[in-house]
């Protein structure tokens, strides 16, 4: 019997997956790593806080959020 096709996102962990243990935990490999504004500054505090830098910054893509605050410019509006 031929096995069940895997889903897109079984296949691209299975590539990431560096090792498997008994209970089922899975150290995996991240080859790409989002940042943005919001949470991002906490990390990098953590980091220079530890003594550590970012391993693969080649590999690190920062965007914006476009994360607006409403109240502030409900303010600023006049109302």
Known sequence: MA???LTL???????HVV?????GTCLIY?????V????????FEALRIN?????RPDLTLAVPDH?????????AAGN
């Open 19 to 23: 090792e498997r243990r008994d209970d």
């Open 67 to 75: 994360n607006l605050p409403t109240t502030a410019r409900a303010d």
């Open 51 to 55: 003594g550590r830098k970012v391993r």
């Open 9 to 15: 996102y079984e296949k691209i962990w299975a590539a």
């Open 36 to 43: 943005h504004e919001v949470t991002s500054p906490q990390a």
């Open 30 to 34: 991240i080859d790409r790593h989002l």
């Open 3 to 5: 096995s069940k096709p």
